[in-house]
């Protein structure tokens, strides 16, 4: 059985927890135990989680040669939003509300499927060249919804 390294408080991240409920998994496929211990740690979130995936909205940008990459989930009403796993972000609105301001929730729906996605094997892959990074990540943010909290760049 694989332990989480919890070095220090708050460090236990999304991947570690997902990839120790899928380490014994070798079909990539979320069986009905897998399942119940996504709905005890992540709630009812998990559900739209599974429905972004089943619905194939996650890309996965990668970027050469450097290999750095973010995903990206397509929203409602034609919103884009980027994850950044590793960094523990997501532009959502959600993100910003209940997880950073309010502290409700650690990851959103976007954050989870993101990585389950990946896990599984669901992911679309788009690779672009490194001088692109940027306005990719503009691009992508010019897409996501802003509520009236985010600032508008002019």
């Given amino acids: ?24 998994n070798k079909n990539k496929t979320i069986s009905e135990e897998t399942l119940l211990s996504l709905y005890y740690i992540f709630d009812q979130t998990i559900f739209a989680s599974l429905e972004l995936i089943d ?3 996650i890309t996965k ?10 995903y990206v989930v397509e929203g409602r009403k034609g919103a884009k939003y980027m994850c950044l796993i590793q960094g523990d972000y997501c532009s959502c609105p959600s993100f910003n509300f209940s997880v950073l301001l309010k502290s409700d929730s650690v990851y959103c729906k976007h954050q989870i499927s993101s990585i389950l996605a990946e896990i599984i094997s669901n992911v679309k892959v788009v690779e672009f060249d490194d001088s692109e990074y940027q306005s990719q990540i503009l691009a992508i943010e010019s897409l996501s919804f802003k509520t009236p909290t985010h600032k508008q760049q002019k």
């Fill in 55 to 57: 619905k194939e909205l």
């Fill in 61 to 70: 940008y990668v970027f050469l040669p450097s290999n750095r990459y973010f």
């Fill in 1 to 24: 059985m694989t332990t989480i390294n919890t070095n220090n408080k708050n460090t236990v991240k999304l991947l570690d927890i997902l990839k120790i409920i899928f380490e014994n």
